[in-house]
Each structure stands twice: as C-alpha cells, then as structure tokens.
C-alpha cells in the first residue's frame, strides 16, 4: 500500500505547491497592473 500510495502523495503535492505558487503569481502580476492603471489613469 505504501508503494502506490506514496507517489500520489508526492504528485499530489507537486500540484498543490505549483497552484499555489501560480496563484501567488497572478496576485502579483494583478496588484502590478492595479498601481501601473492608477499611475497612468491619475
């Protein structure tokens, strides 16, 4: 059982830590262009 169940585990994990790194990403690209509009609409 530990054989099939640890490389879910790992693969499970890849994904939840690139998800979670992709969504850190687009919140900062998303607070980026926020300030770039307000420099630009003020």
Known sequence: MNA???P???VLSL???G???N???FLLAVLLL???HK???W
């Open 8 to 10: 879910r585990l790992t």
């Open 15 to 17: 994904l939840l830590l």
């Open 34 to 36: 926020n300030t770039h």
């Open 19 to 21: 998800f979670n790194i």
């Open 23 to 25: 969504a850190i990403y």
């Open 39 to 41: 420099e630009i609409f």
């Open 4 to 6: 099939k169940f640890l």
